[in-house]
């Protein structure tokens, strides 16, 4: 990778480091206060996995932001989160917060990887779509074995393939 390649942003990869930099640092503030309170130890073990997840997507991007000279974003802060705010959900909504903020996360990633040219951003958003999708899979899991998770209605199938005629 040559020192231009290396250094310079373009703006897909500017737009979607910022977004996924700031959306990572609201789910930090979040799942802090999710981890403040939940109690059932196999719904703390994702929620620490998805800490952790959000963690590591941080520290890349602001590593890609610093070799590339782009200021770091504020996103949110400690400051943006009250720990000490009492509880107000119960442990299974923490697993549909990571499923619904699992399938926005892998929507902006999948999206950049066809879109990003610099070889290590789009290595660093393939490896990211893998984490949340195991993540997603993690809470999947434990929905299903809790019986919370709400599948779509089955129908039968179509007898055939039927064409419109007139």
């Known amino acids: 990778m040559t020192t231009l390649e290396k250094t ?20 930090t503030c979040v799942i802090s206060h999710f981890l403040k309170h939940v109690d059932d130890p196999e719904i703390k073990k994702i929620v620490e996995y998805a800490s952790g997840l959000c963690g590591e997507i941080i520290q890349d991007i602001e590593t890609i932001f610093q070799q590339a000279d ?25 697993l549909h917060y990571l499923q619904y903020s699992g399938k926005a996360g892998m929507s902006i ?11 290590d951003i789009r290595d ?5 779509l893998y984490d949340t999708a ?14 919370a998770l709400m599948n779509a209605p089955v129908i039968q199938p179509p007898t055939g393939v039927h064409f419109v005629e007139n």
Request: glycine residues 4%; proline residues 5%.
């Open 8 to 27: 310079h942003l373009t703006a897909t990869e500017m737009g979607k480091l910022w977004a996924t930099h700031v959306s990572n640092t609201m789910a």
């Open 70 to 94: 782009f200021p770091i974003p504020v996103g949110f802060t400690d400051q943006d989160v009250n720990l000490e705010a009492p509880r107000l959900f119960e442990d299974e909504f923490y």
């Open 109 to 119: 990633y999948s999206v950049a990887v066809p879109l990003v040219t610099r070889k």
């Open 124 to 128: 660093f958003f393939i490896r990211r």
């Open 134 to 147: 195991k993540l997603a899979a993690m809470v999947n899991d434990a929905l299903i074995q809790k019986g």
